[in-house]
């Protein structure tokens, strides 16, 4: 199948093989699509560049997403090479790891929540900013990346599930500002998977046997789910959706009790 047969796409956020992110790379590419990448700093340049070409491209560029500067200088050089985009997948979250332990109340402060929700949300909407006139008249799709701890609490997650309550929220907004120029705005919300980014929350591994336990498909997801799932999204099949957050979880979200079996 080519069901992005001659789409450009730029993927911001893949940090290794793991990656949620690399996850949505393999699928893209497997279904035709021509990609470029982004690298945080010079520490990950040659990772990505090695990962870029497992999927065919030698397009990378370096991108700090909490610098203005660095995001318009990723599609300066994109219309080097391009004479349009069709896609933007932002994989992007971070905060810092001593907010991600402990009673909210306790561990959040001002710097670490604006930190989050920089990194984590506004993030999303300064690449949309930066890459609308490259997307000009191709009814283009951009992709984020959520998460269930935006809408209900999890232990630990603290400040990020503000940040990815603020991402949602930017979805909607995004969907509908640019909606005008035909862009469709969709989130992927993801059950938890083993990434590195994911080793910062606490008691990960406790989570994924949880969300395994309770999920009606008793098993959690694994990349390559959630990267079909963002291939469907930037396809020409998903030209009537936008705005709306797609769980990709094993059906944990739609759970209040899990089986009764596993009760003493």
Not at 159 to 166: D, P, T
């Amino acid at each position: 199948m080519s069901l992005l047969k001659g789409k450009n796409i730029l993927i911001v956020g893949v940090a290794n093989k793991h990656s949620i992110a690399s996850g949505i790379a393999a699928s893209m590419a497997k279904h035709g699509a021509n990609l470029a990448f982004t690298y945080q700093n010079d520490r990950f340049k040659q990772k990505v560049e090695k990962l870029a070409e497992e999927w065919g491209s030698k397009t990378c560029f370096p991108c700090d997403v909490s610098k203005d500067e660095e995001i318009d200088q990723v599609f300066k050089e994109l219309k080097k090479d391009w004479d349009g985009l069709d896609c933007i997948v932002h994989a992007v979250g971070f905060a810092p790891s001593n907010e991600l332990d402990g009673n909210f109340v306790d561990v959040t402060t001002r710097e670490g929540f604006k930190i989050a929700h920089d990194i984590s949300a506004y993030s999303f909407v300064a690449l949309a900013k930066a890459g609308k006139d490259l997307m000009n008249e191709r009814n283009g799709s951009l992709i984020t990346l959520s998460y269930l701890g935006s809408q209900k609490t999890i232990p630990n997650y603290n400040v990020m599930g503000l940040a990815k309550a603020s991402l949602e929220a930017s979805v909607r907004f995004l969907a509908t500002s640019l909606g005008k120029e035909g862009h469709r705005v969709n989130a992927i919300s993801a059950g938890p998977i083993k990434t590195l980014a994911a080793s910062g929350v606490k008691n990960f591994r406790k989570m994924l046997s949880y969300n395994a336990n309770r999920a009606p498909l008793g098993r959690n997801v694994s990349t390559e789910e959630v990267g079909n799932a963002a291939t469907f999204l930037a396809s020409d099949l998903a030209s009537g959706i936008t705005g709306e957050i797609l769980y990709v979880d094993a059906g944990f979200n739609i759970t209040a009790m899990g089986s009764l079996e596993d009760s003493n």
